[in-house]
């Protein structure tokens, strides 16, 4: 038992940081490219 709620916490740790590394892509990338419109 012990086990499995140990790759759960592991692969939600890395779901929440591949989100929040995407997110955060994105919306960097919305915002450079708004403001800056040269490319």
Do not use: K, P, Q
């Not at 890395?14 to 919306?27: E, H, K, N, S």
């Amino acid at each position: 038992m012990e086990t499995i709620y140990l790759l759960l916490g592991i692969i939600g740790f890395m779901l929440i940081i591949a989100v929040f590394f995407f997110g955060g892509y994105v919306i960097l990338d919305f915002l450079f490219s708004r403001s800056g419109g040269d490319r």
